[in-house]
C-alpha cells in the first residue's frame, strides 16, 4: 500500500505548489537500492521542472540534486514519524536479509495456492470451499473470488510478490488463495471439529450459496 503527501517545492525561482509525492510504490526490482527507490513524485510536476530546465532557467544537474534531496527528505521524515525504514527502501538489489528469510514461506503459500486452484476446477470432487470460517458451494461466487486468479493476462513478478510478502506480509490474490477446496468427508471433517459439546457452532455457511451440511461417513 503507498502513501502520500503533498509539499511545496522551489526550483530555481520557481515555487511549485503543494506538490504530491508517495511512498512505499510498487516498484521494478532492477533498481531496487537506488536513491529515491520506491518512492514517486507528480508527473505534472516533474515535468514542469524539466521545462524550466529546457527553458535555461535551472540545470539539469540542479533538477537531479533537487529530486535526490526530495526523495532523501521523504525517507527521513517517514523514519522519524513511522520509527522504521519506507518499506523497500532498506531492500537492496540482492541478499535482502527479510526476502530470504520468507523465501520457503512464500514458495509454500505459492505452491499450495496452485494445488487448491487444480482443485477448484474439479468440483465433482471438491464441491466445498472454505475460509477462515465460512463454509461454501464450490460454484458460489464467493469461492471463485477467494480462490484468486491466475489470469495469464495479470502479469506476475515473483521479486517483487517475494518482496510485498517479506516486507508487508501482503498476500495478492494474483499468487495466494484464500481458500481451501474440501470433498464432503473433508468438509463434514472441518464442521465437526468447529461444532462444540452442546451443539454450537464454531463456523457460518455462505448466505449467498446456502450450502448443505454433509455428514461424515460412518
Known sequence: MSYSERINITFGETRLEGVEYFWEVMYSPLRRGKVGWGMAIEVPAVLEMIRLVAEGKA?????????????????????????ETPWGADCPSE?????EGAKEEFAAIVEQTRV????????????????????????????????????????????QDLRSFAH???????????????????????IATRT???????????????????????
Request: glycine share 8%; with cysteine; charged share 30%.
Open 116 to 159: 487448491e486452484r487444480l482443485r477448484f476446477q474439479d468440483p465433482t470432487t471438491y464441491p466445498y470451499a472454505r475460509g477462515k470460517r465460512t463454509l461454501h458451494r464450490t460454484a458460489c461466487s464467493e469461492a471463485e473470488r477467494g480462490i484468486g486468479s491466475d489470469d495469464p493476462r495479470w502479469a506476475r513478478d515473483d521479486v
Open 196 to 218: 462444540g459439546p452442546r451443539g454450537g457452532a464454531q463456523y457460518k455457511l455462505c448466505k449467498i450459496c446456502r450450502p448443505s451440511i454433509p455428514q461424515a461417513s460412518t
Open 95 to 99: 541478499g535482502c536479509i527479510l526476502c
Open 59 to 83: 540545470s539539469a544537474g540542479q533538477l537531479v540534486e533537487l529530486l535526490e534531496r526530495a526523495a532523501e527528505k521523504v525517507r527521513v521524515d517517514h523514519e522519524e514519524r513511522e520509527g
Open 168 to 190: 508487508e506480509r501482503e498476500l495478492s490474490s494474483s499468487w495466494a488463495t484464500f481458500m481451501t477446496m474440501l470433498t464432503a468427508e473433508d468438509a463434514a471433517g472441518w
